[in-house]
């Protein structure tokens, strides 16, 4: 089993250009969210969805949009990359059951330079 | 509005003791769960525990336990027999399950096992 997989693990971005960061689950998991976690920090909901087709605006949406056209993928796009949005970013997958966990991606490490 | 405070930025305890990790909630949802995971250095999120809002006993896995106390918002983890291996960042989490669904983390504590 896959489970959550996230795209690209490492990036590079210079300030000012664009990028999708993609999230792949293979659980039929209904809710899926993108965060981001900052050295020492703990980690800040950046958008969500609870069901293809829809997203809503997590703690820090600022600089960010998504989509989730469809089930399994849950897209997080950076129009214009600044230095500020350097950050590891993860993405889950949960089912709407009462008592499931949220399942992790392995992170994407993004720099902006 | 949803939250979750980690008071403790770190802890350290000897190997073999017990610890206890704060966590305190604030939500208006009668209905929510809590979740507690856990972050080594190699950066991946392990879940470790879960109770509901409703659930009637304290939830337990192995050496790890959650100190429930729904009246004072408060759902601390305590691990029993700490081990060098849990040397790590925690997170207290809470999804609200009549509300947004968000899914929000506290600020973590770090957690450092001595020998």
């Known amino acids: 089993n896959a489970g959550v997989t996230q795209t690209p693990k490492f990036r590079v971005l210079k300030t000012g250009q664009s990028m999708t960061l993609l999230c792949a689950q293979d659980m039929n998991h209904e809710y899926m969210y993108w965060y981001r976690q900052d050295p020492g920090m703990g980690l800040r909901l950046i958008h969500y969805?609870?069901?293809?087709?829809?997203?809503a605006k997590g703690e820090v949406p600022d600089g960010y949009n998504v989509s989730r056209l469809k089930k399994q993928n849950f897209l997080l796009g950076l129009e214009s990359a600044a230095p500020s949005q350097t950050s590891v970013y993860f993405c889950?997958?949960?089912?709407?059951?009462?008592?499931?966990?949220?399942?992790f991606g392995q992170g994407t490490r993004l720099t902006v330079v | 509005a949803q939250k979750i405070t980690q008071t403790q930025p770190g802890m350290f305890v000897q190997e073999k003791e017990a610890v206890t990790l704060d966590c305190t909630y604030d939500?208006?949802?009668?209905?929510?769960?809590l979740f507690w995971y856990k972050q080594p250095s190699s950066g991946e999120m392990i879940f470790l525990i879960y109770?509901?809002?409703?659930?009637?006993q304290n939830a337990t896995e192995g050496r790890y336990s959650l100190n429930f106390q729904k009246a004072r918002k408060s759902a601390n983890l305590v691990i029993s027999a700490s081990q060098l291996g849990d040397s790590a960042m925690y997170f207290c989490a809470m999804r609200e399950l009549q509300g947004a669904q968000k899914l929000v983390f506290g600020q973590g504590t770090r957690l450092t096992i001595n020998p």
């Open positions: 889950a997958s949960s089912s709407p059951t009462r008592g499931t966990e949220a399942f």
């Open positions: 109770q509901g809002s409703y659930d009637q």
């Open positions: 969805s609870v069901g293809e087709g829809t997203t």
């Open positions: 939500t208006s949802d009668p209905s929510y769960g």
